[in-house]
T-cell receptor, first 112, second 116 residues
Framework: AQTVTQSQPEMSVQEAETVTLSCTYD???????LFWYKQPPSRQMILVIR??????QNATENRFSVNFQKAAKSFSLKISDSQLGDAAMYFC?????????FGTGTSLTVIP | GAVVSQHPSRVICKSGTSVKIECRSL??????MFWYRQFPKKSLMLMAT?????????EQGVEKDKFLINHASLTLSTLTVTSAHPEDSSFYIC????????????FGSGTRLTVV
């Protein structure tokens, strides 16, 4: 069975600093996709970044980048130059075929 | 980009009544939509998968007679909470995706249901 694990329920970062959120997953599939979603207090789920498993190159979106280690089944999110607006719940997610699994989430606090 | 509209955003209903929540894909066709329930500071719990033109697939433990799902068209799925009770109070979120599996899911803005 596919599972997604986020081992950090809460994280904090000083404004303008860098923080890394961890995510590991388990799958027997070779073709799948990984995502990080952000859920601010408004509760709207926002796609932050996506990674295709067949691509070795780590995805990057402005201040957000991932460290994708396929063999280790690890998919961490790095937020650089953290901003107050980055404060939110972050969910790691896995998609294989039509199956979609979320991690339990990491609550990120940004300290001014 | 893909947009999913969910309505209403908030609803308060009396115990024993039914409430309908709508989820629409505005600029793409979604053969499959998903309904989630989220408790405070918790992850999303998949309730059911809504398939256009066929019966929904419910996750284990979700009462299909209480949570009625209808996917009448390629752009609309509805969740009806029947005979609502206070324990049904929660945050409900729908999502949809395009056919290609590489796309992430686009989420509606959620519905806060309070049963009094």
């Amino acid at each position: 069975a596919q599972t997604v694990t986020q081992s950090q329920p809460e994280m904090s970062v000083q404004e303008a600093e860098t923080v890394t959120l961890s995510c590991t997953y388990d799958t027997s599939e070779s073709d799948y996709y990984l995502f990080w979603y952000k859920q601010p207090p408004s509760r709207q789920m926002i796609l932050v970044i996506r990674q295709e498993a067949y691509k070795q190159q780590n995805a990057t979106e402005n201040r957000f980048s991932v460290n994708f280690q396929k063999a280790a089944k690890s998919f961490s999110l790095k937020i650089s130059d953290s901003q107050l607006g980055d404060a939110a719940m972050y969910f790691c997610a896995y998609r294989g075929g039509n199956q979609f699994y979320f991690g339990t989430g990491t609550s990120l606090t940004v300290i001014p | 980009g893909a947009v999913v509209s969910q309505h209403p955003s908030r609803v308060i209903c009396k115990s024993g009544t039914s409430v309908k929540i709508e989820c629409r894909s505005l600029d793409f066709q979604a053969t499959t939509m998903f309904w989630y329930r989220q408790f405070p500071k918790k992850s999303l719990m998949l309730m059911a998968t809504s398939n256009e033109g066929s019966k929904a697939t419910y996750e284990q433990g979700v009462e299909k007679d209480k949570f009625l799902i209808n996917h009448a068209s390629l752009t609309l799925s509805t969740l009806t909470v029947t005979s609502a009770h206070p324990e049904d109070s929660s945050f409900y979120i729908c999502s949809a995706t395009r056919v290609r599996s590489g796309y992430g899911y686009t989420f509606g803005s959620g519905t806060r249901l309070t049963v009094v």
